[in-house]
């Protein structure tokens, strides 16, 4: 968001004309900020130069949460608690170690459910003693207690289907205990072993995490309808464009029957996933023995879904809203939503100083998040510290303001209007919900533009194909594709792109597949993925 920012009309009967407020790109460069073209020195600087962490801790990929990042992470906590609330989720707290041998349990069972599909046949077919392999997950071990060494290993949960399952048969025992739909927002903890970057790849992971039970594949189909509507309502207010897609089959976890991913597009047009939904059918049901009574008495097993998140939704925010001078928080989730910066003159410095107090304090009982920078600093470098925070709104008082009997409100991508003292809430709620939509539409034009049409493919007489076009970097493409997965594999070879999956939302009309050239509405996308 650096340049000259667009003209606004006027918009409501509380602002006048609107000004312009630039930012050369070199300016930003000058006070030591990376430009965001280059991302990856832009984003390590801006997380901890916002104060949102502090990298320094002793543990590569465990980053301690300063209280203003921690401030914004708990407000989207609080967005997603909401959204649990109104659709009848009860929150529950598991504690963070679990014992050697129920995983010991999960890996058997996932590693059945991957050896059936990479043999084409129903998991019921096979026998657990058939299984060589357990699923390996990186974990953190707990084997000793003080000096004493422990019966049985536990280790520090990686997320929660053991621990939460092996409870379920003792909570349901009837179809009127169902739907059972579970939450918890914990710590989880997994070894990564590829380069940290803060919220976007840790080793000790801020989750969210929803676990429910239902009588049937078609109920526990209208949960994961209900997680998308969830997504959306989540997205709208963090000012996000996402993409949904059902992941192949090869890419699907494979104690899920199907999974849904939810990914941005970062600045560097790599796409980075935020959420997921797994439909489990019975699968676990059947594995830790989640069973209930139906309406005639028989005992059947329950089906199961999750759906996740993490804190990288904070780390999409940082990427796609924040720009050349620092961070750009969305109202919602503002730690601050508004900062005032009294002007201050020898002569009338306490009336501006009183005047700014009261306003701060009328604007906190009306809901809004304020702070006043009444430091002895020069004015430039106090929109400086609060710009690179990504505050929404700086409202400016001084003299001439108190002798207008007006404040000038200035939006964190440079918009001024002048608002009258007296309807100053009202003013800052509309220069709020103003900016919100001006971000929000900015980031989703910027979604659109990084999305191309894959490319013609042309199979040469040697049998290899090949691009009529170079791939470009920083591209996510989209494609009709309705082919087989040596295919796929053919195309993600030539392309160095990952499928990220079929579109929940298809194409309006038939298009031919890119490999066979028979009609499909099934849109694909690819990209490099974090």
């Known amino acids: 968001m650096g340049g000259v920012t667009p003209k606004t009309e006027k918009n409501n009967p509380l602002t006048t004309t609107l000004t312009y407020e630039t930012m050369p790109e070199h300016k930003a460069a000058k006070r030591g900020i990376p430009p965001k073209t280059d991302f990856n020195a832009w984003y390590p600087f801006i997380v901890e130069a916002a104060e949102l962490v502090d990298k320094r801790y002793p543990i590569k990929g465990m980053d301690v949460w300063m ?8 407000l989207i906590d609080g967005i997603t608690h909401s959204e649990m609330e109104r659709t009848g989720h009860g929150e529950v707290r598991f504690p963070l170690l679990i014992p050697h041998d129920l995983l010991d349990k999960e890996n058997a069972l996932v590693s059945k459910l991957k050896a059936a599909r990479e043999a084409g046949i129903d998991p019921s077919e096979m026998r657990m003693d058939e299984v060589v392999e357990g699923f390996s997950k990186e974990v ?9 060494e422990l019966d049985v ?57 929803a676990h429910t039970a239902h009588v049937d594949e078609n109920d526990a189909t209208k949960q994961i309808e209900e997680d998308l509507e969830i997504v959306d309502n989540l997205m709208n207010e963090l000012g996000l464009t996402v993409i949904k897609t059902r992941r192949p089959v090869w890419d699907t976890f494979p104690g899920a029957w199907y999974t849904i991913a939810i990914d941005v597009i970062m600045p560097d047009g790599r796409t980075l996933q935020i959420a997921s939904c797994h439909h489990y059918r019975d699968q676990w049901a059947q594995a830790f023995d989640v069973k209930y009574e139906d309406i005639n008495g028989e005992q059947q097993y329950v089906h199961q879904t999750t759906y996740g998140m993490s804190e990288r939704l904070m780390g999409a925010v940082v990427g796609i809203h924040g720009d050349d001078k620092g961070v750009v928080f969305p109202p919602q989730i503002a730690p ?8 201050l003159t020898k002569d009338r410095k306490n009336e501006v100083m009183e ?15 304020t702070e006043m920078d009444d430091r002895d600093v020069r004015p430039g470098q106090k929109y400086y510290d609060w710009e690179i925070k990504g505050v929404p709104l700086r409202i400016e008082i001084g003299p001439r303001d108190l002798d207008n009997e007006t404040v000038m ?3 964190r991508d440079g918009i001024k209007n002048s608002t009258a003292i007296k309807e100053v809430e009202m003013g800052v709620k509309n220069g709020l919900n103003e900016f919100a939509s001006r971000i929000s539409k900015m980031a989703r034009e910027v979604h659109e533009k990084t999305i191309k049409t894959l490319p013609k493919l042309n199979k040469e007489d040697s049998g290899e194909w090949t691009f009529a076009e170079a791939i470009k970097e920083g591209i996510v493409y989209e494609m009709a594709f309705d082919g087989s997965d040596a295919q796929a594999q053919v195309i993600e070879d030539i392309s160095g792109l990952s499928f990220l999956g079929e579109a929940m939302e298809e194409y309006r009309t038939e298009k031919d597949c890119v490999m066979t050239g028979k009609s499909t509405k099934k849109k694909i996308y690819l990209a490099k993925t974090y």
């Open 153 to 209: 290993p536990m280790f520090l949960r990686p997320t929660s289907e053991t621990a939460m399952y092996t409870l379920f048969p003792l909570w349901i025992r009837s179809h009127a205990d169902l739907p059972l739909k579970t939450y918890q927002v914990v710590n989880t903890f997994r070894y990564e072993t590829k380069q940290t970057r803060s919220f976007i790849r840790v080793r000790e992971i801020h989750f969210f995490e």
């Open 140 to 148: 953190y071990w707990v084997k000793n207690a003080g000096e004493n």
């Open 355 to 369: 005047i700014s107090t009261e306003i701060k304090d009328r604007l906190w009982k009306s809901g809004i998040r």
């Open 336 to 343: 601050t939503q508004a900062v005032i910066i009294p002007i």
């Open 409 to 411: 409100l200035v939006s």
């Open 67 to 74: 209280p203003y990042g921690w401030k914004a992470m708990r």
